[in-house]
Each structure stands twice: as structure tokens, then as C-alpha cells.
């Protein structure tokens, strides 16, 4: 059956095995919005945090309206303002930012010194990091792999930062938990060469590939735990929320943590909820926000100083990973949802991404 011109793909919120394509009319503009004609965006388990967090403080349901009991599960990618009433954004020009399962996006802009934000009333209760669009050159051929990486690189550079502080105030260590993931891989990735050592912590199923990374000092799978020798004192990145494992991390290394910083969840919900931080001491877990920890490292060293930091790490990491992550393509609603299943169900395998185009 042909697909209408312009369409959003929807999930139940409480069951995303359902979904449907809607048709969308093409509504005319209001003064000062663009619309946007979403080119590719990457599908990683970044989107189905963004799904199980939906209703959260965090409000990422709200970032794209939905009819009830549906929800449009936010991506990250590249688009085109196919269409603008705003005087300083240009027809033709290409942005990065955040976007919907969808053919198209209307945005009410405006202007940042990087690109645009949406100031939408729906989207002004969320972070800033979630209204942002990047100008954007023409398409090259890492655009993939930025489409991938990108939206989870800040908070490898960030997590870095703070494991760079631990180890000048004496950590040796950090365990870095679901280390397949490509969150954890830039982090591990940024920490070469610093003197503090990381070990990640994977399944059977993915302990050879993060082997051969190379970016980790050590690798052991979940259930060598016990017999794993770290040098302490020990930063914990956790990316699973599994309360499970983080209480035998607590146990096996007692007395020799300076901090747990809870990032993810990749192991730690099976339905389209969050759970609770577990209750740990000694330290007790910290909750990590990435757009908060840039928002402070941007206020502290300045936004030119910073972001010309962070664009050259990102570059590096993205140039690199051709060698390890491979993209696979597809285009139109039904490769969307098969990708998108296979990551809520962890099918998915660490050296392959996703890029969709609608």
C-alpha cells in the first residue's frame, strides 16, 4: 500500500509492539516557523530511554505531540527547512537536532549562535539540549556515523571529564557497565592515554567484540565479576540501572568507590517505565544528565572555548569508528519499526546502526 507524502509513525505508549503510519495535511505556516523535511536519523537504544522515560520529568513525550495514548518517539538526525516564515532562516539550509519518526517537522524558530532553537509551547518545559538544531553542511560521508554518534558523544565527553576529576583527587579505576554500548565506547575511547584504567563490564554474547575495541584496559563479562581484580579507589558509570548487578559491583568492590554515576538503562526496565535508582551507601548513585553537565562546562569555560574542545573530540571519534561500526540503511515506516523492535527487545548487536530515512 503507498505511503501518504507526509506522515507520522506512532507507537502505544504502553505497548510499543502497536503502531500505525498517520497521514499529516500540510498546513500552512504561521510567522517565524520553518518546516523541516527530516533527511536520515539514527535508531540506537538512546531512543528507547527517550520511550520508557516519556512520561518522566524529563517530558520527552511532550517534545512531539501525539493523539492519545500514542507517542512519537523522538530520534536524532539531519533535516532541511523545506519551507520558512522567519527572515533569518533560509529555504534549502540543512540542520541537526532532534526530530520525530516522522516525513516532516514544523518548528516555531529561533536563532542561537550555533543554529536555531524551537520555542514551541509544547517543547519550552524541556532542556534546551532537546530544542536545538545545529546548521549543518552539506551531506558528506560521515554523516552516518555522526547521525549515530552525536546525539550520545556528549556525555561520553562529559562522563570523561568527571573521571579525569576523579583521578586528580586519586581515583584509579572506572568500571564502566553495558560496555558495548557506544556511550560507553567513547568514554572508554577518551580515556586512553590518561592514566586512569578502564574495565568494562558486558555479556557473554558481546565480551569478544568489546575485546577487540581495544579501548578498554580489561573486559569481563557480568558473571566473571567476582574474580575481577580493579586497582582502587573506582569510579562506576553504570549504563543499566540493573539493581542486580550494581549491589554485587557494591559488594564486590565495598569500601573502594568514590562514585556511581547512573546514565542509562539498558538493562534495568523491561516495560516503557523507569525504575527507581537503587538503594545504595557509601556512595549512594548519582543520577547523570548529560545537557546539564555540558550546560555547566559551557557556563565555566565559555561557549567558543568549550565547543571547539568537544568538536574536535567528536570528529576524532567519529572518523574512527568506520573501522568498528557498520550502518545499516532503510527507508520508509516499516525498517523504522523493525529496528526499533529489535532494539526494545536487545537484538540488536553493538557493530551495527541503524540509519532511517522516512
Known amino acids: 500500500m503507498p505511503q501518504p507524502e507526509m506522515w507520522d509513525l506512532l507507537f502505544k505508549r504502553d505497548d510499543p509492539a502497536v503502531h500505525e503510519v498517520r497521514a499529516v495535511a500540510d498546513a500552512p505556516l504561521r510567522a517565524g516557523e520553518v518546516r523541516l523535511a527530516v533527511e536520515r536519523f539514527a535508531l ?8 520508557r522515560l516519556g512520561d518522566s520529568p524529563l517530558r520527552f513525550w511532550a517534545a512531539f505531540p501525539a493523539p492519545p495514548g500514542y507517542g512519537r518517539v523522538p530520534v536524532w538526525g539531519f533535516a532541511r527547512v523545506v519551507r520558512s516564515r522567519h527572515p533569518s532562516i533560509g529555504e ?39 530544542r536545538h538544531y545545529r546548521i549543518a553542511g552539506e551531506p558528506e560521508e560521515a554523516d552516518d556515523h555522526r547521525a549515530l554518534l552525536r546525539p550520545v558523544y556528549p556525555a561520553s565527553f562529559q562522563l570523561a571529564e568527571l573521571a579525569l576529576r576523579q583521578a586528580a583527587a586519586g581515583a584509579r579505576s572506572v568500571v564502566i557497565t553495558s560496555a558495548s554500548s557506544k556511550t560507553a565506547i567513547g568514554l572508554a575511547d577518551r580515556l586512553l592515554g590518561s592514566g586512569i584504567a578502564t574495565i568494562g563490564l558486558t555479556s557473554a554474547r558481546n565480551e569478544s567484540f568489546v575485546r577487540g575495541l581495544g579501548r578498554y584496559h580489561a573486559v569481563a563479562e557480568y558473571r566473571a565479576l567476582d574474580s575481577l581484580i580493579v586497582a582502587g579507589p573506582i569510579l562506576v558509570v553504570d549504563f543499566t540501572r540493573d539493581t542486580t548487578l550494581l549491589s554485587s559491583i557494591y559488594r564486590r568492590f565495598a569500601g573502594e568507590l568514590t562514585d556511581t554515576a547512573l546514565v542509562g538503562l539498558t538493562r534495568g526496565a523491561r516495560g516503557f517505565e523507569a525504575p527507581d535508582p537503587p538503594e545504595l551507601h557509601d556512595p549512594e548513585p548519582t543520577r547523570f ?29 567519529v572518523t574512527a569508528a568506520s573501522a568498528w561500526l557498520g550502518v545499516r540503511r532503510g527507508s520508509g515506516p516499516e525498517p523504522v519499526v523493525e529496528a526499533f523492535l529489535a532494539l526494545l527487545s536487545g537484538r540488536q548487536r553493538p557493530e551495527v546502526g541503524h540509519v532511517l530515512s522516512p
Open 289 to 317: 544528565f548529560a545537557p546539564a553537565a555540558e550546560e555547566r562546562a559551557v557556563a565555566a569555560e565559555g561557549e567558543v572555548g568549550y565547543y571547539a574542545r568537544y568538536d574536535r573530540a567528536e570528529d576524532d571519534f
Open 92 to 130: 534549502g539550509s540543512r540542520c541537526f537536532g532532534y526530530l520525530p519518526m516522522s516525513t516532516h517537522l514544523t518548528v516555531a524558530a529561533e536563532p542561537t549562535t550555533r543554529g536555531f532553537a524551537d520555542t514551541s509551547a509544547h517543547r519550552l518545559g524541556m532542556h534546551p539540549w532537546y
Open 44 to 51: 540506537t537504544s538512546n531512543n528507547v530511554t527517550y520511550a
